[in-house]
């Protein structure tokens, strides 16, 4: 008897609690006051109309001059409702001129005269079709509902005290700065982005959060209806012709084109295998060749198998330890060379032409030519120290970046873009991007799908999520086909430092694909090799191997042996 009266007593208790009708009623009307605001509308038009036709019969004529002031206003000026789309001012003006001209009818008439209600109803279903349906208004609603449920679903989440300050509706979706309570992190916040997905009622993965660089206890949360990075982008082909120009090399999240400007940047990307590492290198190479003032260098020890395809446009590939650190010493020598002629000239930096173009040394791989040409360190931390100022810089690929790889540092601190994409290791972060990242929340390792990546540009202290274009191999293909024959030799004063350096025999440059088809003529069978082979070893264009063994004939240092099949004369 007692345990009834107890449960008695609660559920009166429960009926005490349940809202009222009204309560009920007023809650609805406010949640959905944005789909009722036709309605709400035309009521204040009718009950406008009474008190206008009982009290001001006389304001017609300035209700009409109001209406047609304010509908022109909204159309040129967008006042004073504010809108900058064409068609929702036209909407609005439209809207103006039928409410303010059945106001100024139902002022004269009153607002119960034939066909004065008809009208109004007709003039609102209208009108509020588009209303209803328009994306804008539905997005800015949904923002609005998530910011009044934001305070329940941080108190589930263990977020209590959180609150919205600020937040802007776009075409992908929507973006809040929010104020963390006392004691809580952005730290928090990561590890409770699938709850906070769950909360607000999106797919999972719409949800990103970044921390505010200027103040610990805010935090920015993306809120992607859309994600642009949902399925792989193609690339376009190459959108600079100088690399005085920015690069595009991808999208970011809110669909914005990651420009990055390659002059006297040294850049450096890493990312576990197939994370797309080759996507990005391929399009700044795609671009890098369409600039004229521009050589390209490269160093490839895993035997070319990446930057071959490019090899009819580098002037030089190294693709073993020797030639990648006499391509180094190189680097230093033209280095060097421009170093003394601006001091002389009195020049500041070396402005990148045609005719003295900007010397960029691709290097895939960096953790391998640490591992295998240690010798060549030296060179390359010079070139990355120095190089920016005479335009000669860097542009490094690292499957593996180590902490020796990165010099404790030292290499990453001159890198001035740095993309890291996708890792294996969560600490690789902090070496890619800079110490500290990863406890920052750019997890590296989380990016899901290949070309996607963190990108730290120059002058910025956070990084930004992006996504790279894809580049196919018929992509890389037909750019280096088509700009092979433009690539812009070095200039005499580069050159000029080469042919100085101790490596001069009889008055001639051996560089190191030199020496490599040097050797290869060498090692030849006794029918030769063909021309299509020398290229394959020298990773050289048809052109430059023709000159050369048209020199060695005219020198009796080389013999066609068959036809288009070649050896050296010297049998040693
Ligand atoms: N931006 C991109 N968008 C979509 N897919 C991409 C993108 N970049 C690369 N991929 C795909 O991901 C796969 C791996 O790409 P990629 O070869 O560039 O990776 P990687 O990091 O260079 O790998 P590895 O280190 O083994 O050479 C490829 O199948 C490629 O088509």
Redesign the pocket.
């Known amino acids: 008897m007692r345990a009834f009266s107890r449960r008695h007593r609660r559920q009166l208790l429960l009926l005490d609690e349940r809202p009222s009708l009204l309560l009920a009623l007023g809650r609805f009307l406010f949640r959905y006051r944005s789909e009722l605001a036709p309605f709400a509308t035309a009521t204040a038009l009718f009950m406008g109309g009474a008190v206008f036709h009982s009290q001001e019969p006389d304001a017609v004529p300035w209700l009409f001059a109001a209406t047609v002031g304010v509908a022109a206003l909204t159309l040129t000026r967008s006042f004073p409702w504010n809108i900058d789309r064409t068609e929702e001012r036209i909407y609005a003006a439209v809207g103006t001129l039928i409410a303010g001209g059945w106001l100024t009818a139902a002022t004269a008439l009153g607002p119960s005269h034939e066909p004065l209600p008809l009208l109004l109803l007709t003039a609102t279903v209208a009108l509020a079709v588009p209303w209803w349906t328009h994306r804008r208004r539905r997005a800015r609603v949904r923002v609005d509902r998530a910011i009044q449920a934001w305070p329940d679903i941080a108190e589930n989440i263990g977020l209590a005290g959180s609150r919205v300050m600020s937040a802007v509706v776009d075409i992908w979706g929507w973006r809040a700065r929010l104020h963390l309570a006392n004691g809580q992190s952005v730290a928090d916040v990561l590890s409770r982005v699938p709850a906070i997905e769950s909360g607000l009622g999106t797919r999972p993965g719409a949800v990103r959060v970044e921390p505010d660089p200027a103040h610990a206890g805010r935090f920015m949360m993306r809120v992607l209806a859309a994600d642009p990075h949902a399925g792989?982008?193609p690339w376009r082909g190459p959108s600079v012709q100088s690399i005085n120009h920015p690069i595009e090399l991808?999208v970011f999240e809110d669909a914005a084109t990651v420009r990055i400007s390659l002059l006297r940047k040294h850049i450096l990307i890493g990312?576990?295998?197939?994370?797309?590492?080759?996507?990005v290198l391929n399009v700044i190479l795609g671009n890098l060749a369409a600039c004229p003032d521009v050589v390209l260098w490269g160093i490839d020890l895993k035997g070319g198998m990446?930057l071959r395809p490019w090899a009819s446009c580098l002037a030089r590939l190294a693709t073993t330890p020797a030639e990648a650190a006499v391509l180094l010493r190189d680097g230093v020598r033209v280095l060097d060379a421009r170093a003394e002629a601006m001091s002389r000239a009195g020049a500041r930096v070396w402005e990148p032409t045609p005719k003295a173009p900007a010397l960029v040394i691709v290097v895939d791989e960096y953790a391998e030519l640490v591992e295998q040409a240690p010798g060549a360190v030296e060179a390359a931390e010079s070139i990355a120290r120095r190089g920016r100022a005479v335009a000669t810089t860097l542009l490094t690929a690292n499957?593996r970046p180590t902490q020796k790889s990165m010099g404790g540092g030292a290499l990453r601190s001159q890198m001035s873009v740095r993309i890291c994409?996708r890792v294996r290791e969560r600490r690789d972060v902090d070496l890619i991007l800079d110490r500290g990242m990863l406890s920052a929340g750019w997890h590296a390792h989380t990016l899901d799908?290949?070309?996607k990546f963190y990108i730290l540009g120059d002058g910025h202290t956070q990084p930004r999520r992006a996504?790279?274009?894809?580049v196919t191999d018929e992509d890389v293909q037909t750019t280096a086909a088509r700009y092979a024959e433009s690539r812009p030799p070095l200039d005499g004063l580069s050159e000029g430092a080469l042919v100085e350096a101790d490596d001069v025999v009889e008055g001639e440059v051996v560089t190191e694909p030199e020496i490599t088809l040097q050797m290869a003529l060498r090692d030849a069978p006794s029918d030769g090799l063909s021309v299509p082979e020398l290229m394959h070893f020298t990773g050289m264009r048809r052109t430059w191997i023709y000159d050369r063994l048209q020199q060695y004939v005219q020198d009796g240092r080389a013999a066609q042996v068959a036809r288009g099949r070649w050896k050296s004369s010297a049998d040693d």
């Open positions: 792989a982008i991808g990312g576990t295998t197939d994370a797309g590492k080759s996507g990446e499957q994409l799908a290949p070309g996504r790279g274009y894809l």
